[in-house]
């Protein structure tokens, strides 16, 4: 009985991590993406 829900535990614990990580790596994508943006806005105005 207790290994069943030690192995329920170790499902819920591996998709909170995959979830998080997943967060995580939409977090670093927006970020990127505003810093080329930013970083775009920074050369066409020092173009012109």
Known sequence: MSSSSTARND???KK???SESLLIM???TII???AVIASAKRVSTSLS
Do not use: T, V
């Open 16 to 18: 909170q991590s995959s």
């Open 26 to 28: 939409i977090g670093l």
């Open 32 to 34: 990127a993406c505003f």
């Open 11 to 13: 499902r819920c614990r």
